[in-house]
Nanobody, 121 residues
């Protein structure tokens, strides 16, 4: 069974930095892409950034220039480095991966359980 294992997050003051990591574990053929989404209280889940194994990235305008997504193909991991954090970045951050498996060659969407990032003075 494929699952996503997240780590990182926590609390930081405005202007600070945090890093998130996500590992895809379990039997798989390949990873089509990985990404991070976030959901603030009372709001819909929104895209933060995505990355392909070929390192093509897509980053939301709201975090562009402050957040960087990266990927380690050898370890099936994605990372989100968050700098210059603002209070409005406070949210639960979810890792997402579309993974090809023997049962689903085209890929299936998997989600992590989420990790809380709080930016507050």
């Amino acid at each position: 069974q494929v699952k996503l294992v997240e780590s990182g997050g926590g609390s930081v003051q405005p202007g600070g930095s945090l890093g998130l990591s996500c590992a895809v574990v379990g039997p798989m053929i390949s990873i089509n892409y990985m990404g991070w989404y976030r959901q603030a209280p009372g709001q819909q889940r929104e895209l933060v950034a995505t990355i392909t194994p070929g390192f093509m990235t897509n980053t939301a305008d709201s975090v562009k220039g402050r957040f960087t997504i990266s990927m380690d193909n050898t370890r099936s991991m994605a990372f989100l480095q968050m700098n210059s954090l603002k209070p409005e970045d406070t949210a639960v951050y979810f890792c997402h991966a579309q993974v090809a498996t023997r049962e689903h060659w085209s890929g299936v969407d998997y989600w992590g359980s989420g990790t809380l990032v709080t930016v507050s003075s």
